[in-house]
Nanobody, 118 residues
Framework: QVQLVESGGGLVQAGGSLKLSCAASGRTFSMHTMAWFRQAPGKERELLASIWTSGNTYYVDSVKGRFTISRDNAKNTMYLQMNSLKPEDTAVYYC????????????WGQGTQVTVSS
């Protein structure tokens, strides 16, 4: 079992920055593929970025160049640095972990709200 706890959300003006953290329990964090998702009101949850155990990363086009995913295996923590935030980035942000290699991400955090004002 893996437990995930997000933090770092809040209210920020357009153009501002926030850094989200996702703290994971368990000793096998370094073996998990990790990802950030978000869900805006009335919209489906969407994958924003992934980071593999190799350190390779993936970003959806809408955040590429603005968001940076990273991980610190020694601290069992993943991060999402968000710059140049836009009102359309307003959503609940979730971190997820996959220890199966299936891409199905069976473990989820509770979410943290990010609100970007115009």
């Amino acid at each position: 079992q893996v437990q995930l706890v997000e933090s770092g959300g809040g209210l920020v003006q357009a153009g501002g920055s926030l850094k989200l953290s996702c703290a994971a329990s368990g000793r096998t964090f370094s073996m998990h593929t990790m990802a950030w998702f978000r869900q805006a009101p009335g919209k489906e949850r969407e994958l924003l970025a992934s980071i593999w155990t190799s350190g390779n990363t993936y970003y959806v086009d809408s955040v590429k160049g603005r968001f940076t995913i990273s991980r610190d295996n020694a601290k069992n923590t993943m991060y999402l640095q968000m710059n140049s935030l836009k009102p359309e980035d307003t959503a609940v942000y979730y971190c997820a972990a996959d220890d199966t290699g299936s891409g199905l991400f069976p473990y989820w955090g509770q979410g943290t709200q990010v609100t970007v004002s115009s």
